[in-house]
Structure formats: structure tokens, C-alpha cells
């Protein structure tokens, strides 16, 4: 694993997204607690994902650049600039919920005021989209880059392959990305594709395919800074499987004790990136394990302002129900 100082990144970015993986992971217990107590209906979670994310996203210009998501990349939608109340006010379908004002199910992240571009629970269609964005970026001669993820599972899609072909064939500043989980709900990778590594498919596509360990922040990080130059400066898009756990079950609706042994999530268990983060952290010098403790204590109480006030919120009217669906 790269040390975190490789990563060229000022003491005060490494803080900043320590802070962002620590809300990733509050925010989330949060929304299961919600989920458990049936304040909300459903919850999809990233624990797990989320040092990558946090890697990932820092090496996008957010002002300018589009993110086009799935339903695990909470964490990656707040250093996009979502804030946790956002996050809240969807899984309460609250009015003022700012990816559908309450219409779509929880977890699916949108935000016209951040790029972020709404998906469908059709996993794998905001790729073609994203392609789609991106020869925008092409024809109007602007230098933004399109960032899009989706599950190994998902990527097996039709729509994935036409998405990568048209981005290969026009050099389109596009960014494709494989969170790799090994699981696709209850199904293992062995029984989802036959290639030794997901990221081979870029080869057939024209461009250059790259898998990483999404517990090595300064890897990631470093990935993604060098394919956002190569994407904005012409080279064209990348695809880059980021290998990552799934703590929890697939939702809020099923058990992941009835398709994995004890002992596989156990080990897995072990290799938490919150804990490997937080030790890099640490042997490096960038926190004290009472300065992390401070920060977690700051964060819960972010997390638990932003649930009361979301919740406090009012809930769409009946009458309004067609409203915020179509643009006008
Ligand atoms: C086209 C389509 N088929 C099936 C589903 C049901 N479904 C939702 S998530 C999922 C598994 C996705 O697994 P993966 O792509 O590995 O992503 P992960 O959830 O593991 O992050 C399935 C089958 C769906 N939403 N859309
Ligand atoms: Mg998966």
C-alpha cells in the first residue's frame, strides 16, 4: 500500500477527506438506524466503498466536472458537494429533497446545483448517458470531465458495452467505473463473468482499463488525477475497477448471512478501510487517535442536526404529485 504522503495531497486535504470517509460511514449508520426504526423504507449503502470514493472524487474539479452515479456513492456525492441533510431529505422524501423532492426511491443522488446527474434503479443506464454528457463536453468544446460508476454485477449490461464502444471510437472525456464488490446482491463474481479482471474489457473498447485496491487511498487518488488530465486534455476515457468490500447486506431488504459464510464476512470485516485509513493516518502524522476521536464526536453531531432538521421538513402534497417530474 502507498503511503499517504505519495499522494502529494497538503496535510489539510488528507484531514478534509478523512472527514468526508467519517461522514460517508455516519451518515450511513444513520440511515439503516432510520431504516431499522421505520422512520424510512429503504436504505443502499456504501460502507466499505468509502475510502475510495473519497479518493476518487477529490481528484474531479466538482465546479465543472459531471458525475453521473449509482446508488452506492453517497459518500462520493458529499465531496461532490451534497451535504448530509441533502442525503436526508431524500430518505425522507421530503419536498425540499434535492434529487427528486421526494419522488424517487432513497439513494438515488441527483443535484442539478452539483452536476450530479439522476439515475435510474435500471442499473447501468446513466453509462450511455454519461457517453452521452460527454460528447456534449466534445461538440461544445468545454473541458469538463464526466465521471460514471456502476457494480460488477451491472456492468455485464448490454447498455455498458454500446456506452464504451461510442466513448472509445470518439476519445470522449469520459471516465467509466466498476466498484467491485464481488457480489451482484447475492450472486459471487465467479458466476458473473469469466475475465480475470473487469478492467481487460477496455482493451477491446480502444482505451486503457485499470484495477485498483479501494483501500489504498494514495493508489486511488493517484489513478484518478491521471486520468482526469489524460480525459480533459483529449486522451480519451478510461475504465477503472475499484476493488472494495460490501460490509453490509445489498439493502435494507435482504441478509447477507443467508448467502455468505461467518467467517468470510468476518475477514472481511477485518480489512475495514476506515480502520486501515485511519491507521495510515495516524503512523504518519496527520492525526492523533484524540484528534480522530474529536472529529468523530463533531460528525455525529452533524449527522444528528441534519436528521432533525430533514425530518422536520415538510412532505410533498398529493396535490403536487406530477410536479418536479418533467422539466417544463
Ligand atoms: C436491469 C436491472 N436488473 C436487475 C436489477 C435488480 N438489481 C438491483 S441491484 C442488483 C445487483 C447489482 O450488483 P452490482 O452491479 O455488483 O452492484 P452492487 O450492488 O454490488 O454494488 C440487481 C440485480 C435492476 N435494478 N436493474
Ligand atoms: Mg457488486
Same mark, same amino acid.
Given at each position: 500500500?502507498?503511503?499517504?504522503?505519495?499522494?502529494?495531497?497538503?496535510?489539510?486535504?488528507?484531514i478534509?477527506?478523512y472527514r468526508?470517509?467519517l461522514?460517508?460511514?455516519?451518515?450511513?449508520?444513520?440511515?439503516?438506524?432510520?431504516?431499522?426504526?421505520?422512520?424510512?423504507?429503504?436504505?443502499?449503502?456504501?460502507?466499505?466503498?468509502?475510502?475510495?470514493?473519497?479518493?476518487?472524487?477529490?481528484?474531479?474539479?466538482?465546479?465543472?466536472?459531471?458525475?453521473?452515479?449509482?446508488?452506492?456513492?453517497?459518500?462520493?456525492?458529499?465531496?461532490?458537494?451534497?451535504?448530509?441533510?441533502?442525503?436526508?431529505?431524500?430518505?425522507?422524501?421530503?419536498?425540499?429533497?434535492?434529487?427528486?423532492?421526494?419522488?424517487?426511491?432513497?439513494?438515488?443522488?441527483?443535484?442539478?446545483?452539483?452536476?450530479?446527474?439522476?439515475?435510474?434503479?435500471?442499473?447501468?443506464?446513466?453509462?450511455?448517458?454519461?457517453?452521452?454528457?460527454?460528447?456534449?463536453?466534445?461538440?461544445?468544446?468545454?473541458?469538463?470531465?464526466?465521471?460514471?460508476?456502476?457494480?460488477?454485477?451491472?456492468?455485464?449490461?448490454?447498455?455498458?458495452?454500446?456506452?464504451?464502444?461510442?466513448?472509445?471510437?470518439?476519445?470522449?472525456?469520459?471516465?467509466?467505473?466498476?466498484?467491485?464488490?464481488?457480489?451482484?446482491?447475492?450472486?459471487?463474481?465467479?458466476?458473473?463473468?469469466?475475465?480475470?479482471?473487469?478492467?481487460?474489457?477496455?482493451?477491446?473498447?480502444?482505451?486503457?482499463?485499470?484495477?485498483?485496491?479501494?483501500?489504498?487511498?494514495?493508489?486511488?487518488?493517484?489513478?484518478?488525477?491521471?486520468?482526469?488530465?489524460?480525459?480533459?486534455?483529449?486522451?480519451?476515457?478510461?475504465?477503472?475497477?475499484?476493488?472494495?468490500?460490501?460490509?453490509?447486506?445489498?439493502?435494507?431488504?435482504?441478509?447477507?448471512?443467508?448467502?455468505?459464510?461467518?467467517?468470510?464476512?468476518?475477514?472481511?470485516?477485518?480489512?475495514?478501510?476506515? $480502520?486501515?485509513?485511519?491507521?495510515?493516518?495516524? $503512523?504518519?502524522?496527520?492525526l492523533?487517535?484524540?484528534e480522530i476521536e474529536k472529529m468523530d464526536e463533531e460528525v455525529?453531531?452533524?449527522?444528528?442536526?441534519?436528521?432533525?432538521?430533514?425530518?422536520?421538513?415538510?412532505?410533498?402534497?398529493?396535490?403536487?404529485?406530477?410536479?418536479?417530474?418533467?422539466?417544463?
Amino acid at each position: 500500500m502507498k503511503t499517504l504522503k505519495k499522494s502529494g495531497l497538503s496535510k489539510e486535504e488528507m484531514i478534509q477527506a478523512y472527514r468526508e470517509v467519517l461522514r460517508g460511514r455516519r451518515l450511513d449508520e444513520r440511515l439503516w438506524q432510520l431504516t431499522r426504526i421505520g422512520k424510512t423504507s429503504f436504505n443502499i449503502s456504501g460502507q466499505g466503498a468509502e475510502v475510495a470514493q473519497v479518493a476518487m472524487a477529490m481528484a474531479f474539479d466538482p465546479k465543472k466536472d459531471y458525475f453521473l452515479p449509482y446508488y452506492r456513492d453517497m459518500t462520493a456525492c458529499l465531496v461532490w458537494g451534497m451535504t448530509s441533510k441533502d442525503v436526508l431529505l431524500g430518505s425522507f422524501g421530503k419536498e425540499a429533497d434535492p434529487s427528486s423532492h421526494g419522488r424517487q426511491m432513497p439513494n438515488h443522488y441527483g443535484s442539478k446545483e452539483h452536476n450530479i446527474v439522476s439515475f435510474s434503479s435500471t442499473v447501468s443506464t446513466q453509462m450511455p448517458l454519461a457517453t452521452g454528457v460527454a460528447y456534449s463536453a466534445q461538440l461544445e468544446k468545454s473541458d469538463f470531465v464526466t465521471l460514471t460508476t456502476t457494480g460488477e454485477g451491472s456492468a455485464n449490461q448490454g447498455e455498458v458495452q454500446e456506452a464504451m464502444n461510442f466513448a472509445g471510437v470518439k476519445k470522449l472525456p469520459v471516465i467509466f467505473v466498476v466498484e467491485n464488490n464481488d457480489y451482484a446482491i447475492s450472486v459471487p463474481i465467479k458466476e458473473q463473468y469469466a475475465n480475470e479482471k473487469m478492467s481487460d474489457r477496455a482493451h477491446g473498447y480502444g482505451f486503457e482499463g485499470i484495477t485498483v485496491d479501494g483501500n489504498d487511498f494514495t493508489e486511488v487518488y493517484l489513478t484518478f488525477k491521471k486520468a482526469v488530465e489524460d480525459a480533459r486534455s483529449g486522451k480519451g476515457p478510461k475504465l477503472i475497477e475499484l476493488m472494495v468490500s460490501r460490509l453490509t447486506s445489498h439493502s435494507a431488504d435482504d441478509d447477507q448471512n443467508v448467502y455468505r459464510s461467518k467467517e468470510e464476512i468476518e475477514e472481511m470485516k477485518k480489512h475495514d478501510p476506515l $480502520d486501515t485509513f485511519e491507521k495510515q493516518l495516524i $503512523d504518519e502524522g496527520y492525526l492523533s487517535k484524540e484528534e480522530i476521536e474529536k472529529m468523530d464526536e463533531e460528525v455525529r453531531a452533524e449527522v444528528d442536526k441534519a436528521t432533525d432538521e430533514a425530518e422536520a421538513m415538510p412532505d410533498p402534497l398529493a396535490s403536487s404529485l406530477l410536479e418536479q417530474v418533467y422539466a417544463k
